[in-house]
């Protein structure tokens, strides 16, 4: 089976969160961030899939915050094990700050458990993750989630911000992708 972007005509039948519910889910977090937070705090971003989502989310934070990036490499060493590597860390100074770890989706939890082993050692006041979307079936390690937009079991999505092989970061909803059965090479035409 092969996934694809949903073609215009299945656009509708494949949103998952609509652009109206995450518009409500911005709102809401950004008043619990603001309520955890009073004294303010420090956003770190993770890759470019988080970019919409921090943009949004900051917007409806009603205390001091700041925003910084990490970008993340990875290398795959066989053809099951990729291998994480920090290409940048943030240019913001994090020791004794609250600190938020936002990303776009925790799955099995290794980028973020791998982010957070990073970033502990630059001795930040406080260090929890923030994510738009969460896989709680597919996750292994445990990850101190404190804000999570929406739950999901879906293991292929996007827009938002989140792109499937470059493609569909320009959707303003969140979209499954469509699966197309493989063709069998026995099947004559």
Do not use: W
Not at 28 to 42: F, K, V
Not at 143 to 157: L, Q, V
Request: aromatic share 8%.
């Amino acid at each position: 089976m092969t996934l694809r972007l949903p073609s215009a005509s299945e656009y509708e039948d494949q949103v998952l969160f609509s652009a109206d519910q995450i518009a409500d889910r911005m709102a809401d977090m950004g008043q619990e961030i603001s309520l955890a937070y009073p004294d303010g705090l420090l956003i770190i971003a993770n890759q470019r899939a988080s970019l919409i989502f921090l943009a949004d989310l900051v917007r409806q934070i009603q205390v001091p915050v700041d925003y910084d990036f990490v970008d993340l490499g990875r290398v795959t060493v066989d053809k099951e094990t990729p291998v994480l590597f920090v290409r940048q860390t943030g240019r913001i100074d994090i020791k004794d700050r609250d600190v938020l770890l936002l990303t776009d989706i925790v799955r099995s939890g290794f980028t973020m458990h791998f982010l957070m082993k990073e970033l502990i050692t630059r001795e930040p006041k406080s260090l929890e993750v923030c994510t738009l979307l969460h896989n709680p079936d597919q996750q292994l390690l445990p990850i101190p989630i404190k804000f999570s937009g929406f739950r999901t079991n879906e293991k292929s999505c996007c827009g938002y911000g989140m792109a499937y092989e470059g493609q569909g970061r320009r959707f303003p909803d969140i979209v499954t992708l469509v699966a197309d059965a493989e063709e069998d090479e026995e099947d004559e035409a």
